[in-house]
Every structure is written in C-alpha cells, then in structure tokens.
C-alpha cells in the first residue's frame, strides 16, 4: 500500500530498515528466533490434514518440512479465554479469565490473574529477546481484543487499525532488533467469524457490524483469490445444506487461502532474510471455525486445531519426529507456553503445569482438559475432558448451545437453523443444539466423530463416566476453578473500594553513588517494571541500570496485568 509519510517518519522507517536487513546476530545466536502464527476461528481445513477443498499449497509445504499433530486442542472454545489460556500457560477458570469477554461484561474490566503470573513473551523479553505482537491480543487483561495490555509484554506492536498490519508484514525487518533473538506473534485475522459476514446480512440483522464486512472486502482485494466449488463441500450434519450456507462455506475457504498467501509470505521472508535455519515457526489456530456447532463449543468442533511445528534440526530435542511426519500425540494449548520457553532457553514458572514439547522424551499427555463460562450475556458453564477415544462432559448450566449470540446470528448458517428449529424441520440430531443440556454427555470419538450421540445415560458407560467425574473433579481442583465465582462478585473483588480498577503503585528508583547504577523497586505485588531513558523506548526491568554517557533522565513506570498503569517517575541523571 502506498502511503505518504512525513520526511521524519520517513527517515526512521529507513533507518529501521537498514537496522534490520542485517540479521547476523539472530543467525549466530544461539538461542532460536521463533515465529508464532495464530489463525483465527479454523479446525484443520487444509490440505495437509487432508481436507481436499483446501487451497493451501504454502502451509502444505511448512508441514513438509515440519511435525503436523493431528491431535491438538484449545483450552476453551473461544477466542478470549482461549488467547489467555495461552499467553499465561494456565486454564482460564485458574486466573480468573474464563468469560468471554471481560470487556463486554455489563460494566467492562479487565481480568486480574494471580499476581506471580506473568505472559511467557515478558518472560522471554527478561531472558534477551525481542517480542513484538501485531494486532489481536485478546487476553482479558486489555482493553478488548485489540488493545496491547500490559506494556511489558512486548518490545514493540503492531496494530488492528492497520491494514498494513492486518496484512501480516515480516515484522523482524521493520524493527531494531539490538541484536536480540526475536519472538514473533502474528494473528491473521481474515479468517475470524466476521471474515463471512455479508453486507445484506449485517444490515438484516445487526447494523451494529457493518463496518466489518467492508473490512474484510478490502483486504482480500489485496490477494487474488481461489474459486471455489461449493457443490464440492461437505456440509456439517448439524448444518443445514442450503445454497447460501455453501457459498458462506465456500467464503470461509477463501479466507483460508488469503491467511495461506499470509503465511507463505512470511515463510519466504524468513528464507529471503537467510533465517530459516535460525527460526522456529509455529502455526496454529486460536479455537474452532467460526461457524455454528464449532466456535463457543467444547466440543471436538470448538477446541480441535491444526498445530504446526517447524524445527531446525539444530533445535530439535531427542525424540522428536522427522520432518515431514504426523504426530498424533494429545497436545493441549497448555503445552505451548512451556514448550516455547523451553525453545528459548527460558526457565518455566512453576504454574505453568503444560508438557514442555522442546525436552527430550516429553511424557505423554493422557488427557484433554477444557471449560467454557459466558457467552456475551449468556452463562453456558460447562467442563471438558478428553482421551483418545472419549470426550466427558459437564454442563453446569443447562442453556441450550444454540441460544442467541448476536455475533453468531449473523451468519447463514446460523439463520437457517433458527428459521427450521422454528419452522419444527429440523432433525433430532440437530434439535439437539437448541434443547437445555443434560447434565452429562459422553461421546465415542472413533464411532461418532461429531458428537451426535450421548451415551451418558447408557448403563455401559456407568464406568467410564465415574472415571471422567473423578479426573475432572481432579483438575479442577489442582486449578482454584474461579468459574465458581459469581461473575459480579469476582469483579467486585478485582475492584477498589469505589468500585474502580485498581491502580499499580508508582516504583522508587535510587541510583548508586559507587557504580552509578540505577535501582527500581515496586510496592505492588507481581507488578512489571519498565524504564526509559529520556523519553524513547521503554525496557523492562530486571536489575540494575547502567545509565548511557547521554542521557539525561531516566524515567520508570510499573503495571500489574489488570491494573491501570502507575504514574510514570523521573530521575534525573546528572553527573
């Protein structure tokens, strides 16, 4: 796109760029640079986990020189509680984090998770590395899902009002990386639920969201896109096979073909920049296709994801498969966090309790663990657990799935199931999603992959389902299960006694007169500390400062994940 920037802006955009063409030091380290790609809103729709409706020849050709594990799941359904699973390492009831979403409450806030808790990029910025974001960040403790949270968390970002960023540049190459292994967090965005809006439906039946379909128009005018035979699609059996639900179907392919041309680019970035043997790619999706029966769900439908893992060899721990190969080990997002600082050469937090993938002969994951709270206004508490073959659950409200959320009931397919669960034509099977939940579903995965089936209430299962109750009862118990907290009640006590957000205390900084360096320290518990001098880039703290010949003021500032930020403080640096 081209832009017109003023002659200053310009010069640092060039000098950025000079700065960042060299990457001898990212190749030398000896730490990986790693590039996490998060897809939105998509199960396995690519050609490399077999979908042959797929038009994704460059993740096609990542997975060739990757470990492709067919057997990945979300700890929650749905974006925000999903991306804060993630970021933390952690099950959202266990911080706090498990509504979707905390700023759409009746009165917004932001999650407080527990004070030792931090987001595993500031974990790596500690440990020496660059760690930049571009657009969604989503993890309950921002301002919604676009606003950047806590300015710890990341050297630099991008953001969601760009199309620039929208359109996933190689950010390493934009930036002064100061000689730093970088980690790099692009979420493509094309294929989130309002990629298939429609301009007639939104004005039909939510207005509120009509500036997303124009969005998502102008930014797939950028990429040419596939054609796509919508007779050739294979229609959900809870779905209804209408002419409008196969071309949104057909749409939501589209969409995976632009994220596709995405990914490709950045591949070839990385090759361009002779980086590839000296980065770690990961690429995975936040939660289920944003479709109905999918996104929301526990289901197999709303947590199974693609999960790509790129290695170069040099990096690659004992026991893991050759290039190329399946892995058809149970993955749980837990896992992530401590696999990608293991990566880094990160010490884990004790809280993180996820399998490290990066150790050599990691154990094996026997189970599948995941939870859902509200939907917009609507409390569908439920508990998930998995196996290979079966999946429990626990439905603590009993709110049919199908209830109305307004972002969901813009779709087709979701017009067309309300209209026939009206009109009395649905079938039994799909009646299911419009009927209050039982309070226990058990289903066999290898004889009813889609779930249609409850045997719960079947004497076989007796059994099993003792066995699931106590491994449930298990893990919500090792996880302080906050879902049990009346909604109100939890925000009221993240809150001071005005019923404000808390704010963080402002740091102390005392320079030494011996060696002239600076100290920091917080009377916040678990606040992150970040410091400046004189006005340009914020750091973050982790010891003592030496101070630069230059610079005349130090200035500091300290925010704990949920707080308001404290005053920023000056220290002035004469000698």
């Known amino acids: ?8 802006v310009m010069a640092m955009v060039m000098t950025q760029q000079t700065l960042a063409a060299d990457f001898s030091a990212q190749v030398q380290s000896q730490r990986p640079n790693i590039v996490l790609i998060l897809a939105e809103d998509m199960n396995s729709r690519l050609g490399t986990y077999g979908d042959p409706n797929a038009i994704t020849p460059n993740i096609d050709a990542l997975a060739n020189e990757s470990v492709v594990f067919t057997h990945a799941f979300t700890m929650a359904g749905v974006c925000a509680p999903s991306r804060a699973g993630l970021i933390t390492g952690m099950p959202p009831q266990a911080t706090g984090l498990l509504h979707m979403r905390t700023s759409t409450y009746t009165h917004q806030y932001q999650g407080v998770p527990p004070s030792y808790v931090k987001a595993y990029p500031e974990l790596m910025r500690a440990n020496g590395y660059f760690t930049y974001n571009d657009t969604k960040t989503d993890y309950q403790f921002s301002d919604g899902h676009a606003d950047v949270g806590p300015f710890s ?12 960023d929208l359109m996933v ?8 990386l100061k000689g730093k292994p970088f980690f790099i967090n692009l979420n493509p965005q094309i294929t989130h639920e309002s990629g298939i809006f429609t301009a007639e439906n939104v004005a039909e039946i939510e207005p509120a969201f009509k500036e997303l379909p124009a969005l998502w128009d102008k930014l797939r005018s950028h990429y040419t896109l596939p054609d796509i035979d919508s007779a050739k699609l294979k229609i959900d059996p809870y779905w209804q096979d209408t002419a409008k639900v196969r071309n949104e179907l057909a749409l939501f392919y589209k969409n995976i073909n632009v994220m596709d041309q995405q990914v490709g680019n950045i591949i070839n970035r990385l090759k361009k920049d002779k ?23 526990g289901y197999d439908s709303g947590t199974h994801v693609p999960l790509i893992i790129y290695v170069p060899e040099k990096y690659r721990p004992v026991g893991w498969k050759a290039a190329g190969e399946k892995d058809d080990k149970l993955v749980s997002f837990e896992d992530l966090a401590p696999t990608i600082l293991g990566f880094s050469r990160t010490a884990v937090p004790f809280y993180m309790k996820g399998i490290n993938l990066s150790a050599d002969n990691p154990p094996t994951r026997q189970y599948i663990f995941s939870s859902r709270g509200r939907m917009d206004d ?16 626990q439905n603590i409200d009993k709110t049919p799935n199908g209830a109305n959320i307004a972002f969901r009931d813009v779709l087709e397919t979701t017009r067309t199931l309300a209209t026939a669960h009206k009109q009395g034509t649905l079938t039994a099977e799909q009646e299911q999603w419009f009927a209050p939940k039982p309070a226990e579903e058990l289903y066999d995965l290898q004889k009813d992959p889609w779930q249609l089936h409850n045997m719960a209430g079947e004497s076989a299962s007796r059994s099993r389902i003792a066995l699931y109750r106590q491994k449930l009862e298990q893990w919500r118990s090792e996880t302080n299960d906050t879902g049990i907290i009346a909604e109100d009640q939890l925000v009221k006590d993240l809150q001071d006694a005005s019923g404000q957000t808390r704010v963080t205390l402002p740091p102390v900084m005392e320079r030494n007169p011996l060696t002239q360096k600076v100290y920091i320290a917080n009377r916040t ?31 500091t500032k300290a925010v704990r994940y949920g707080w308001k930020e404290s005053a920023v403080q000056q220290l002035p640096l004469s000698r």
């Open 169 to 176: 540049p190689a950010a390493w190459e934009n930036y002064d």
């Open 275 to 297: 980086l590839w043997e000296n980065t770690i790619v990961i690429f995975a999706a936040d939660n289920g296709d944003g479709l109905p029966r999918h996104k929301r769900e």
């Open 153 to 164: 968390i990341w050297t630099a970002h991008g953001s969601y009002a760009s199309l620039d």
């Open 1 to 8: 796109m081209k832009k017109i920037l003023a002659p200053c």
């Open 525 to 555: 518990d678990g606040a992150s500390i970040g410091y400046s001098f004189d006005g340009k880039n914020w750091e973050l703290y982790t010891g003592a400062i030496a101070v630069p010949q230059e610079a005349s003021t130090l200035f």
């Open 378 to 393: 609507i409390y569908l508490r439920s508990y998930y657990v998995r196996d290979r073959n079966f999946q429990y659950v």
